[in-house]
């Protein structure tokens, strides 16, 4: 009988309970830090209490229920065994549709309308071509070359950075760490969709920032932990960034006493970007159970030393 133990902070795995029931009959679910959670064979996880994974004897796999896994293995102790996370086709579209929502926000400046019409100032901007607005898109994976293929198809100017290189129609790549200071250089809307591994965070700092042009701005749906929010909020304030939409932050949900609410030009949105749905979720977690008994390939399964 295979036991399922759920590793996360309370309320976030109800919704999977049915779900994986149905997927799995006769499974046993139960949740840390129950005494049954120690001796089960696959943790279902988000956002593990540090020690955990390492204090199960038993364990044979390791499941994120998203598409990151840098909360899982930011913990140290964490066990060599198996870890997968979620691709969800629905996943990326929903990426791609904030994706373009923020692209057009900062385009057709609805960020400066909105601002005008809170006091009553009835302003119409000149309406620019979409080749006009340069969409840099920081992280070419799955979910960042969706996004950047729908862009093109819009018609907007896009370039796109990665740590290897990759080709993509349309798109202007630049690869490697000596790439990204020029790739940022030419970018007027700054999508940042990469993983959140060592080398990533603080990657949106003062330095890298200010390599952008003056008046570009920010989308941040990726991790929070990949900006320093004092060094956007400084570059802001001395008028060299014109706006950011925040989706992800080091700390959630974001506190309401949060300066980053009343920061003008920052929107937040409250890590909605895109969501996979727990029957996809269910779906892929007893796959992945179903092919673990059988001895076969697991899918989605991350690569420990990249960190997806």
């Not at 071509?129 to 950047?148: K, M, N, Q």
């Not at 992800?248 to 749905?277: C, K, N, Q, Y």
């Not at 892929?284 to 076969?296: D, F, L, P, S, Y």
Request: proline content about 9%; glycine content about 8%.
């Amino acid at each position: 009988m295979i036991s399922i133990a759920f590793l996360t902070t309370p309320g976030v795995m109800g919704p999977l309970v049915d779900p994986l029931q149905d997927e799995l009959p006769g499974v046993t679910l139960t949740s840390w830090p129950q005494p049954e959670a120690r001796e089960a064979d696959i943790a279902v996880c988000w956002k593990p209490p540090a020690g955990a994974l390492a204090a199960m004897p038993n364990l044979k796999l390791i499941h994120s229920i998203a598409a990151g896994v840098d909360n899982i293995l930011c913990d140290p102790t964490v066990p060599d065994h198996p870890v997968c996370r979620i691709v969800d086709p629905d996943l990326t579209a929903g990426m791609t549709e904030f994706v373009l929502w923020g692209t057009l926000y900062f385009h057709r400046d609805f960020d400066r309308v909105i601002g005008n019409a809170r006091e009553s100032i009835w302003r119409r901007y000149e309406q620019r071509a979409p080749f006009e607005t340069r969409v840099g898109i920081l992280g070419l994976g799955a979910l960042g070359s969706d996004a950047a293929t729908r862009l093109v198809d819009l018609g907007f100017t896009v370039s796109a950075w990665s740590r290897s290189p990759k080709s993509l129609p349309g798109v202007t790549v630049f690869s490697g760490e000596d790439a990204l200071d020029p790739f940022l250089a030419e970018v007027d809307v700054l999508v940042s969709l990469l993983p959140l591994t060592p080398s990533t965070i603080g990657i949106l700092n003062a330095e890298r920032l200010a390599r952008l042009p003056k008046g570009a701005a920010l989308i941040l749906c990726s991790r929070g932990e990949h900006l320093v929010a004092d060094d956007l909020v400084a570059l802001l304030r001395q008028g060299h960034l014109r706006g950011a939409i925040l989706d992800v932050f080091e700390r959630e949900p974001l506190p309401s006493d949060h300066p980053l609410w009343r920061e003008p030009g920052v929107l937040v949105t409250p890590h909605m970007a895109t969501i996979a749905t727990p029957r996809v979720i269910a779906q892929q977690i007893a796959e992945n159970v179903r092919r673990m008994q059988r001895g076969a390939p697991l899918l989605n399964q991350v690569d420990r030393i990249r960190g997806y």
